[in-house]
């Protein structure tokens, strides 16, 4: 065994695997792999092998569709079979919101080049014979699905890492990990010691364990889940090709062939966590016992959807353990504040996204950064308020929705209220409809008179329409308050901290007092973070960025850290409220004695009533507008005093829904839509936010300057849409000459101009005022016109007047 290596993978699951394998493709060959027992001798062994591309994340489905073709790639390079069977599946509608999410999903699909196909009840039927078709509606066909040999899969990775210069070794307890002063790690096996640059936990059902030796808690929890192998079966047997899958979301079951048989397994809602208070080091090979009560009323289910199980004997139960993350997906990526610390866990699906997983860590541990957004798997995407208290009942409610419609509107009530500000009581009482964001409690709307206190789910216009069309009209047309608690907040300080900025930020630094706008870039020129940068004092900026963001963006200021400035994450330090609206000065200078004179991009401290806040004139409303910062203990007082302010002259509260129509009349992007790393500056227009003039070599700036020589094919555009009761969310196709050849970015209704707006990539040179397109919005392609100017406020008269 080697002493010394570049990386050490502790886990030879398959997900460990992967990543090595992809390590040694990437052309790292100085590495290896320790297993505590054999390869696959944590979840991996017992899986069902299923495959399927189907994940609400867009960027997470295209992984699991590298995953998936990768398989032949691993056969080819190692001569071992994988035990594919490529037979395709069904996932069954039996109601409109089930179809819906599966024509929702199929559009994504287009541009995805993912060749899925909506199918109506008599093509199930040829399909897939064995399927009790009452009440279904149709389904979604995707040829990719099928299933493989875990076990075959895993050594498969092993051997193609092992062909590129890996070392796997077996039999080899990780018991400590230790980091040196030097940054660099030591791990203690019980076959000895190595030192490395790099550690991948890829502990799977032990990552936790394995996590808590270098100080880091996953937020992950293992789930027990059960299968069942029935007696051969002469309505499979005597078929002269496979059956495909059928995953049935209304019985919450999976089924495939078994060799003459059948195999369903369940996503049960009585479930059970397994191992709440750690996984024992000598669970190893075996399974846990049946439990037929746990899942009565599931197969009761199955026997209706698909009778022949109920003639068909069982041969064996499978049932065991595997993890999963409070939202499902991955956790994947350096562990913010930690150098040469990664995570390779909580992944539910090893063979569907095992895959992408390893390619998207190793390009992160090679390259800095990967070829996609890799947000939906990113470990930073939970910040330090992350505990197994929230983690538990999160994971249950995600098994227990494994299979239930996700909606793009949807809020999900487990581990709720979680964290909350001062002003939490005082909006619930108001009709505050709450929402969750990165674990805080968010004001969606506020529901008046009647209305109920909750958001219906749905792919369509929600029961919000009518308050988000109040809280709209109460800023266009006088004033409306909303909190900015839920912005990511930074300070950073020093005498370097100006040119720290320079490097960091690809846009202008801003002079005292003054705000500036500026994108944030990778070195390939992609965006990661937009930024409101607030000049306070030469040695005192404020930074404003999303508030999910958080942990991403403190990770890569720590990796870019230098002497002479000090950064800190002061989000839940600084509150306060944003004011908007043309009445927004008037309701400021009534509460306070200072003059409220401040230009658009001002920043400037005032005492606002009895508490010290900073203003700053700025206003994602896209309206006149004042984001006013204060200390939390100060926020009530600080409420009290805007608000009775701003009674006489019409103030009303509004929240996020609200909020993401109004910026839609600017057509300002959104992190997460327009802006993310998967795409540049010159494709969303964010180019004109980057200083050319300064003389800083700042991240990214080679790839922005050679964007600017040779602009990119596609770039964002906006569109109004005709369409009756649905909206665009995002991923959409856009159909431009009977073909697709763009996708929307997000989207929504303007409720200020009336009109249903959507923001889309599109090819460069289609991009033209008055092109007529078309979008799909759950299957139908509905009339698109691309909008030249912004409809509202165009010259900027009220928002910088
Ligand atoms: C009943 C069942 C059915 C399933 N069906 C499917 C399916 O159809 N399709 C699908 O995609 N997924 C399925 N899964 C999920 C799948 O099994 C997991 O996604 C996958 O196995 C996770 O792999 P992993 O490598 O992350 O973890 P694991 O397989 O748990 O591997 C972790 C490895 O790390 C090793 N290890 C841990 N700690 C140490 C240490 N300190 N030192 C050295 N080694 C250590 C362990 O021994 C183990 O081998 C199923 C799971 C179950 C339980």
């Known amino acids: 065994m080697k002493t010394t290596t570049r990386v050490v993978v502790i886990g030879g699951g398959v997900v460990g695997a992967s990543v090595l394998y992809h390590l040694t493709k990437l052309g790292w060959s100085d590495v290896m792999l320790v297993e505590r027992s054999e390869l696959t001798s944590g979840s991996t062994w017992h899986a069902a092998g299923g495959f399927h591309t189907l994940n609400g994340d867009t960027n997470m489905a295209a992984l699991q569709g590298y995953t998936i073709r990768l398989y032949r790639e691993l056969e080819e390079i190692t001569g071992m079979s994988c035990g594919l069977h490529h037979v395709g599946g069904i996932t069954l509608a039996d109601n409109q919101e089930r179809f819906d999410m599966l024509l929702a999903e199929r559009a994504k699909h287009r541009y995805m080049g993912l060749e899925t196909e909506i199918v109506g009840p008599e093509e199930i039927a040829k399909l897939a014979p064995i399927v009790n078709l009452d009440g279904i509606i149709g389904a979604l066909y995707d040829p990719l699905d099928g299933h493989l040999d875990p076990s075959g899969t895993t050594h498969a990775y092993a051997k193609a890492a092992r062909m590129g210069g890996a070392e796997i070794v077996t039999h080899c307890h990780v018991k400590e990990t230790t980091q040196r002063t030097d940054g660099t790690w030591e791990i203690f096996t019980d076959k000895g010691t190595i030192h490395t640059e790099h550690v991948v936990n890829a502990g799977g059902l032990w990552a936790r364990e394995v996590g808590a030796m270098a100080g880091v808690y996953l937020p992950l929890h293992p789930m027990e889940h059960q299968y069942i192998v029935t007696d051969e079966t002469p309505e499979i047997y005597e078929r002269e090709t496979e059956h495909p899958h059928v995953m049935d979301p209304a019985g919450e079951s999976y089924l495939r062939q078994e060799g003459r048989g059948l195999c369903i397994g369940f996503y049960e809602q009585p479930c059970r966590p397994w191992a709440v208070d750690g996984t024992p080091w000598n669970f190893g090979h075996e399974l846990l016992p049946d439990d037929f009560n746990k899942i009565e009323d599931s197969i009761e289910f199955a026997y209706k959807r698909f009778p022949v199980l109920e003639r068909s004997g069982v041969k064996s139960v499978i049932h065991g353990p595997f993890t999963f993350a409070p939202d499902g997906n991955p956790l994947v990526g350096p562990i913010p504040g930690l150098r040469g610390y990664w995570s390779a866990c909580g992944v539910m699906a090893g063979f569907s996204q095992g895959g992408g997983v390893g390619l998207m860590l190793a390009q992160w541990m090679v390259h800095g950064e990967c070829e996609r957004d890799t947000a939906a798997m990113d470990v930073a995407r939970f910040g330090d308020w992350i505990s197994p208290g929230y983690t538990l009942p999160k994971v249950i409610e995600n098994y227990q929705k494994r299979f239930s419609v996700s909606y793009p509107n949807e809020e999900l009530p487990a581990a709720r209220p979680n964290r909350t500000t001062p002003m939490y009581d005082i909006f619930d009482r108001m009709g505050a409809v709450w929402g969750q964001q990165y674990g805080l409690e968010v004001v969606n709307y506020f529901a008046e008179g009647d209305e109920p206190r909750y958001e219906t789910p749905s792919f369509r216009r929600s029961n919000a329409f009518e308050a988000t069309a109040r809280e709209v009209k109460s800023v266009r047309e006088a004033v409306g308050i909303n909190e900015v608690h839920n912005f990511g907040k930074y300070r950073v300080t020093g005498s370097g901290a100006r040119a720290w900025l320079d490097r960091i930020m690809a846009g202008r630094i801003p002079k005292p007092g003054r705000l500036s706008l500026t994108p944030m870039l990778a070195p390939s020129g992609r965006i990661i973070g937009d930024f409101t940068v607030s000049c306070l004092d030469e040695q005192t900026f404020q930074l404003i960025a999303s508030y999910g963001a958080q942990a991403y963006h403190m990770r890569w200021f720590l990796q870019h850290e230098e002497g002479g400035v000090s950064i800190k994450n002061i989000s839940d330090k600084l509150n306060g409220f944003q004011i908007a609206g043309p009445k927004a000065t008037e309701v400021l200078q009534a509460c306070t004695r200072d003059v409220v004179d401040l230009k658009f ?103 922005a300057e050679a964007e600017r020589d040779t602009p990119p094919e596609r770039i964002n555009a906006a569109f109004v849409v005709e369409t009756e009761d649905a909206d665009v969310h995002a991923y959409e196709p856009v159909w431009i000459d009977g073909e697709v050849q763009g996708f929307c970015t997000s989207g929504g209704y303007s409720h200020h101009t009336q009109q249903s707006i959507a923001l889309a990539l599109i090819p460069r040179d289609r991009a033209v005022p008055g092109l007529e397109a078309e979008i799909e919005i759950l299957g139908k392609r509905c009339k698109a016109r691309l909008l030249s100017e912004v409809p509202f406020d165009a010259d900027g008269a009220r928002m910088r007047g």
Do not use: H
Request: charged share 20%.
């Open 601 to 703: 991009m001002d920043i400037r401290k005032m005492t606002i009533g009895m508490t010290e806040c900073l203003v700053q004139r700025v206003s994602y409303t896209g309206d006149l507008g004042y984001e006013i910062y204060c200390d939390p203990m100060a926020q009530r007082q600080l409420w009290a005093t805007l608000w009775s302010a701003g009674q006489p002259l019409g103030m009303k509260p509004f929240g996020m829904r609200a909020m993401m129509s109004l910026r839609l009349d600017k057509f300002f992007g959104s992190w997460g839509a327009e802006f993310s790393p998967d795409y540049t500056c010159a494709e969303t227009g964010l180019d004109r936010f980057i200083s050319w003039k300064k003389n800083t070599n700042f991240i990214g700036r080679a790839a």
